[in-house]
Each structure stands twice: as structure tokens, then as C-alpha cells.
């Protein structure tokens, strides 16, 4: 049974002030658009570190073009190991946590979810807006340390001890900051998931069964669901190395290091994977959800297998928290241990297949409509696929001895996180803007960036794949120095190449955002005449969305109905017309 | 422009309190398992002496008290027995408080005895989840405090329950921490 709305009642009616409606607002859906800016300008910051780094890959120690010089004077304008060590980590930073992270479950968990339940907000309206000065203020946090002598943290992504430990590590304050940030961003975190589970389980409105939400929301809530579990893990390592960082505790601090007891590095490893296992997790399920949900709309079909792939993406949530011995095979697991891990790890691929066959059954003899969020969406359903096959070598503990931290690993997770994660983004962003900002983005440009995109991204992560199952390993400043790779310089240029061209496709991307926003006219109401609740609204959508506490009749996906005149589509809270021989 | 907003019931809120009961529970979680994996490494345990266990022990039937008087606070409310109620609720406040003086006192016997921060890995962790429980507990101290100064309108037996839920987690977080560095 659903909660009939009865966790909420429309109480009054007042005015908001600037601050309060633009700045400090409760309202979901400008905090929604403020982690859009946030996620949106974390999205090109981390973009540029990787082109940064893909010219020192490319072009080794070679001074970078145009901006190199004014960037790195003292060294001719060539990127130095230093500066490359702190550009993969904060680019592997900023993209997880400050770019995805704000953009799919900031910006579309705040916008959707009260919207596609039929609430009037989220639950916590409060919490929610300290959710987003919190990260704010993490961002900012990050960011102030690139004005450090010594620069920003280095340690990768990751940050494991010894690397990120005063003992042997990295000199400079760097890590410490990026510590402190992450424990902010964690907290900001655990607000909005506090505030997305209750929402969904407490606002649903009247007869908004869970099996009668739209995927995106199930994606959205099984994510909040997992920050809520796993977050507060890794804050609690984080606060443990800040204060092995800060005050001069070894909890991580090994062997010799350490001045007294060793403590244990391998400990923070267990953490962090506890928590970044799931978290891989967290950034892909809003996207499954959101792609199930677009393949519905513009093939004018009910998503196939809809039950199904709710409870495969809810069994993939249980399985995830107990698969992170899988990036740790190497670190002299006991081999049952590590069977156990593969075969845990490799289960995942029955749910994942059992929605990605769903997705397929969705476009089998569909209307399809290749609109720009169609595209994009299609295009999910090739780089996950890529993705999650190639996953398939990493849980194998055989394979992975081999494969472990090579390119052939950054290649598979970019397939998942970057190209999956960014597609489904993309695809989203395409489909709610008209919502959201009450214009339609240009589809011709769209277009372009979709193919441009495509074409370019493969080329990148493929290749990068195969430069890692030739031994090319990760997080290498040189790769030229050594001779066994020396052959694959030609595909590393080519690489390269490719990755400046999609870097090129994103800016026509953000120009297509900015020129819609400036210039564009506003757009009819449901422009992809799709049936869920936030179609039913007109932009700009009131604080309190809708006029009255919508009823819901139908699922979200009733698509060419036989029964339904003149159109193909049917709202969840409309009461169609029905033949008789039906009543 | 008129806007629309909308006021939460009290289930709803119980339920927010209880997801970050669980993120609560995941982070004390997280350092009790640290202090195990950190125990089974180093093949050994806390040995705290006798006067900082007695401090400890002391502490706890403190804590215990407070959660007790928020309990009769919550009683005396439903049974319309406002002076008591404030009496009891003033009671869990002032214990709390007491029971954060207690900790320092725990904290600045164990450095007295030679076991400062950064003494040994599980010496630093039981300061670590002491720490962190004492963090929650000022951040409960204030919930009571707001609660405390509300006027009688504005208080309702829900606000009470959610207040009382919040503030007995605190109390089991302690015993179970409590009970962890002394196995």
C-alpha cells in the first residue's frame, strides 16, 4: 500500500525574498538546478584535467599547447610527474564526487523525485538546501587546495596509505585538504539521502504504489539508499586518516613508519572498498533507472519487464555490499577469500543482464523516436553493455592478476562510470530540460554532440583497453620510458586525438545550454508527450508543484493502449475514457 | 509570487530520524570493526586501569539516567503533568551534560595514567569513538535544549517521542562502545 500523502499538508501561503527563492531556497527543484550548475562546472574542471592528461599520455613531456606555458612556466610549459600525480586525482576526485554525483543525484534526485511521486517537496526542505551549502562548501574546500605550495593531494582517487599518510606519503597539506573535503561532501551526502528515502517511502502521492513509480525514482531511491549504508563507512575512514594526517595517530601507518605498533594500511583498502564498491552502484542506478524509463517513452511502449528490472536493480543494491574484496585481489587475500569475492561479484551479472535484456525487449518492435535523449539513451545501452562485459575479466581473479591497474581497468570503469554514467546524464538532461528551464534544447545540436560523442568516447575507453592488456599501467607519468610499451605510442597519440574531439562535442554541449537558456522560446508543456506526473505541471512549477495532491490511476509507462482515442499515451493520474465493453 | 509549503507529520520525521539512525549505526559500525581488525593485528587489548574503567562504569549508569529521565519526561507529558515533565526533561539535560564533563574527566585520567592520544592504535581508537559518540551527544544536548525552551503550544508528544528516540540511540551507542573496549 502506498502512503497516500499522508506524511504532508499544504499549510499556507507566503513570499520569498531573493535570497530565500534563488540563494538559500527550499524549494527542490532551484536546489535541484544548483547542484545542475555545481555538477555542470565540476563536469568541464575534471573534463580539462583529462585532456591535460591525455596529452601527457600522448605526447609525453612535451609542452602542452596554448595554455602550457602560462600554466607551467618554470618547466617549459611541460606537465611535471608532480602535477600529473595531483591532475589523475583530482580529475578521478572531482568527476566521482563533484561532477556525477551533483549532477545525477543532486540535481535529478531534488528535481524528480517529488515531482514524479506526486509531492509537494522533499521532506526535509531545510535539510535539503544545507545538503547543497555543504557541498558548496566542500567544493570549495577542495578547490583552495590548489593554492597550496605543494599543490593538491596526489595520492589518486583512491588516496590509499601510505600515499596519503604524513609517514612516506605525500609532502603538503594537499591530502589533508582533500580529506577534510570529502568528510564534507559525505555529510552533504547523507542529508540529501536522509531526505530522498523518506520522501520517497512517506510523500508518495495516493496511489503511487512503489510499483507504480517511474524507474528513474527507483534508481534514485535504491542510490539513497546505499549513501545512507555507506557513506558514513568511509566518513569514518576518512576521519581515521585525518587523524593519522593531522594529530599523529597510526591507524594506517605501517612496519617501520610507524613509531610505535604498525597499524594497518590494508584496513583503510577494506574501508574505502566497502564504501566504493557500492558507490560505483550509487552513480549508476539513478542511470538505469533513467534509461529504462526514456527507452519507454520514445519507443511508445510500456518498459518491458518493468517488475523485473525494479527488482533486479534492488537485488544489484544487495549484492553490491558484498563485492568490494574485488578490487583487492592483489593485495594477498587468501584465494577463498577471493573465490568467494569473484563469485559474489560475478552473480551481479544475472540482475544486471535481466534489465539490460529488459531494455532490449523495450525496443523490439517499438515506434522508435530518435530524439536526442533517445540517442542518448540507446547509447547507454552500448557502453554499459561494453562496460559490464569487460567487468566480467576483473571479478576473475585470474584475469584481474594480471589486468589489476592497467589501462585495461580505466578503460572498463570509464565504459561504466564516464560513458554509462555521462550518457545517462546527457539523456536526461535533454529530456527534463524543457522542465526544468521551461525550453527545449537544440535537437540538430543535440545530435551532433550524441554522434561526436560516440564516436569518440569508444574510440578512447576501448583503446584504452587494449593499451592495458598490452601492460600499459595506470597512473604512469611516461609510458614511452619503458620499452615494452614503446609500440603503443602511435595508439596513445590516437587516443589522445580522440579524447580533444569529445572534449570539443561537450563545449558544443554547453554552448547548446546557454544559447537555449538565452535565446530560446518557451516550450509546450509535455513536449515528449510522456506519462508521468512532472509533464502535468506548467513551467515555471510553483513552490508546492501542484495544485492539488495528484491521484494516480495507471504506471508510468502506458504507451499505445489500445484503448485510448486520439493519442498514444495515457497520464498516470488521467482517467481515460474507456470503451464499454471494458467497464 | 505565492508560494505553497507544506508542514511534515511527526511519522515522517520519526522515519528521517531513523535513516540517519542507521547512517549513525554504520559509522560507529565502521570504527568498531577498525578497533577489532586493529585488535586481532596488534594480538592485543585495551588495558585501561581500574579508576578510568570505574570512570567509565560511572558514566555509563550516567548516560542510562539521562535516557531514564527523557522517558519520564515523555510520561509525564502524556499524563499532562507539565511541571514534571520540565523537571525530568531538566534532569536529561543537566545529566547529559554531566555525563560530557564525565568523558573529559575519563579522557584527562587515561593521559594522567600514560595513556595519551596517539599512545597505541587502540588506546587512539577508544578515544576516536569516545570522541565522536561525545560529538553526537552535544549535538543531542542542543535538540533537549530547543525542545526545552519551546513554549507549551509548539510542544506535542511526537516531538517528544522523536526527541526521546534520538537521545536513547545516543544512550545504546555508548553502552555498546563501552561494552566494546572492555572485551
Redesign the interface.
Known amino acids: 500500500m502506498g502512503m497516500d500523502m499522508?506524511?504532508?499538508?499544504?499549510?499556507?501561503?507566503?513570499?520569498?525574498s531573493f535570497w530565500s527563492k534563488h540563494i538559500f531556497s527550499?524549494?527542490h527543484k532551484t536546489i535541484g538546478k544548483q547542484f545542475f550548475w555545481l555538477g555542470l562546472f565540476f563536469l568541464f574542471f575534471g573534463g580539462a584535467l583529462a585532456m591535460l592528461l591525455r596529452w601527457q599520455l600522448g605526447y609525453p613531456e612535451q609542452p602542452v599547447p596554448i595554455i602550457g606555458k602560462w600554466m607551467w612556466p618554470d618547466d617549459g610549459g611541460i606537465i611535471n610527474p608532480d602535477i600529473f600525480n595531483q591532475m589523475f586525482t583530482m580529475h578521478g576526485t572531482i568527476m566521482i564526487f563533484w561532477a556525477i554525483t551533483p549532477l545525477l543525484i543532486g540535481a535529478f534526485g531534488n528535481f524528480l523525485i517529488p515531482l514524479q511521486i506526486g509531492a509537494?517537496?522533499m521532506?526535509?526542505?531545510k535539510l535539503n538546501m544545507i545538503s547543497f551549502w555543504t557541498m558548496f562548501l566542500a567544493s570549495l574546500v577542495l578547490l583552495s587546495s590548489y593554492m597550496l605550495p605543494l599543490g593538491t593531494a596526489s595520492g589518486g582517487w583512491t588516496s590509499y596509505p601510505p600515499l596519503s599518510s604524513p609517514a612516506g606519503g605525500i609532502p603538503g597539506l594537499g591530502q589533508t585538504i582533500w580529506t577534510i573535503a570529502l568528510i564534507l561532501m559525505g555529510a552533504a551526502t547523507?542529508m540529501g539521502?536522509?531526505?530522498y528515502?523518506?520522501t520517497v517511502?512517506?510523500?508518495r502521492a495516493p496511489g503511487m504504489f512503489y510499483f507504480k513509480m517511474p524507474l528513474s525514482v527507483w534508481g534514485l531511491f535504491l542510490a539513497s539508499i546505499l549513501n545512507?549504508?555507506?557513506?558514513?563507512?568511509i566518513?569514518?575512514?576518512l576521519?581515521?586518516l585525518l587523524?593519522d594526517q593531522t594529530?599523529?595517530?597510526?591507524?594506517f601507518i605501517a612496519g617501520r613508519l610507524a613509531s610505535?605498533?604498525?597499524?594497518?594500511p590494508l584496513?583503510f583498502q577494506?574501508?574505502f572498498w566497502?564504501f566504493g564498491h557500492p558507490e560505483v552502484y550509487i552513480l549508476i542506478l539513478p542511470v538505469w533507472g533513467i534509461t529504462s524509463d526514456l527507452l519507454s517513452v520514445f519507443s511508445r511502449k510500456p518498459a518491458y519487464g518493468y517488475k523485473v528490472t525494479a527488482i533486479a536493480m534492488s537485488t544489484v543494491v544487495a549484492l553490491s555490499s558484498l563485492v568490494w574484496g574485488h578490487h583487492m585481489y592483489t593485495t594477498g587475500m587468501s584465494p577463498l577469500l577471493g573465490k568467494s569475492f569473484m563469485f559474489l561479484t560475478l552473480l551481479i551479472s544475472i540482475p544486471s543482464s535481466m534489465f539490460f535484456l529488459n531494455w532490449l525487449g523495450t525496443l523490439w518492435r517499438g515506434s522508435i523516436h530518435f530524439d536526442t535523449p533517445m540517442l542518448f539513451a540507446m547509447g547507454v545501452i552500448w557502453v554499459f553493455g561494453l562496460g559490464g562485459l569487460t567487468g566480467l575479466y576483473n571479478a576473475t581473479v585470474t584475469a584481474d592478476i594480471y589486468l589489476h591497474d592497467t589501462m585495461f581497468v580505466v578503460g572498463h570503469f570509464h565504459y561504466t562510470l564516464a560513458a554509462s554514467v555521462m550518457f545517462g546524464s546527457f539523456a536526461a538532461i535533454y529530456f527534463w530540460f524543457p522542465k526544468m528551464f521551461g525550453r527545449a534544447l537544440d535537437p540538430f545540436i543535440g545530435k551532433v554532440h550524441f554522434w561526436g560523442s560516440f564516436i569518440t568516447i569508444n574510440y578512447v575507453f576501448f583503446n584504452m583497453m587494449v593499451t592495458g592488456y598490452a601492460g600499459q599501467h595506470r597512473r604512469i607519468y611516461n609510458p614511452t620510458e619503458y620499452d615494452f610499451l614503446k609500440p603503443l605510442s602511435g595508439l596513445n597519440e590516437w587516443i589522445t586525438i580522440f579524447a580533444f574531439f569529445l572534449g570539443i562535442f561537450q563545449f558544443l554541449f554547453l554552448l547548446n545550454i546557454l544559447w537555449t537558456i538565452s535565446r530560446s522560446k518557451l516550450c509546450e508543456k509535455n513536449p515528449w508527450k510522456a506519462t508521468t506526473l512532472e509533464w502535468t505541471v506548467n513551467y515555471p512549477i510553483?513552490?508546492?508543484n501542484f495544485d492539488e495532491v495528484p491521484i494516480i490511476y495507471y504506471g508510468p509507462h502506458e504507451y499505445s493502449r489500445p484503448d485510448i482515442k486520439d493519442k498514444d499515451w495515457l497520464g498516470q493520474n488521467e482517467l481515460m475514457e474507456v470503451k464499454k465493453w471494458q467497464m | 509570487m505565492a508560494n505553497v509549503i507544506q508542514r511534515i507529520d511527526h511519522t515522517t520525521k520519526t522515519f528521517g530520524i531513523l535513516i540517519a539512525m542507521v547512517s549513525i549505526v554504520m559509522l560507529f559500525g565502521t570504527f568498531i570493526s577498525s578497533f577489532f581488525v586493529l585488535k586481532i593485528r596488534l594480538m592485543s587489548s585495551v588495558s585501561l586501569p581500574g579508576n578510568t574503567i570505574m570512570i567509565g562504569v560511572v558514566n555509563t549508569m550516567i548516560i542510562i539516567f539521562s535516557s531514564i529521565s527523557m522517558m519520564l519526561a515523555k510520561f509525564h507529558y502524556k499524563n499532562d503533568r507539565m511541571i514534571n515533565y520540565e523537571i525530568w526533561l531538566l534532569w536529561a539535560i543537566m545529566t547529559g551534560i554531566l555525563f560530557i564533563g564525565g568523558q573529559l574527566l575519563l579522557w584527562s585520567e587515561l593521559v594522567t595514567v600514560g595513556i595519551p592520544f596517539t599512545f597505541g592504535q587502540l588506546s587512539d581508537m577508544v578515544y576516536l569513538m569516545s570522541g565522536a559518540h561525545g560529538i553526537h551527544v552535544i549535538a543531542g544536548l542542543f535538540i533537549l535544549y530547543w525542545l526545552q525552551s519551546l513554549s507549551n503550544e509548539l510542544i506535542s508528544l511526537d516531538l517528544i517521542k522523536n526527541v526521546g528516540l534520538f537521545w536513547h540511540f545516543l544512550c545504546l551507542i555508548w553502552v555498546t562502545l563501552f561494552t566494546v573496549t572492555l572485551v
Do not use: S
Not at chain 1, 6 to 16: A, L
Not at chain 1, 228 to 233: E, G, L
Open positions: 499522508e506524511g504532508t499538508k499544504i499549510m499556507k501561503i507566503h513570499k520569498d527550499e524549494d509537494p517537496d521532506a526535509f526542505p547523507m539521502a536522509i531526505n528515502i523518506t517511502v512517506r510523500l545512507a549504508v555507506f557513506v558514513p563507512v566518513a569514518a575512514g576521519v581515521m587523524l594529530i599523529g595517530t597510526e591507524f610505535g605498533d604498525p597499524g594497518d584496513l577494506h574501508v566497502i510553483p513552490h508546492g
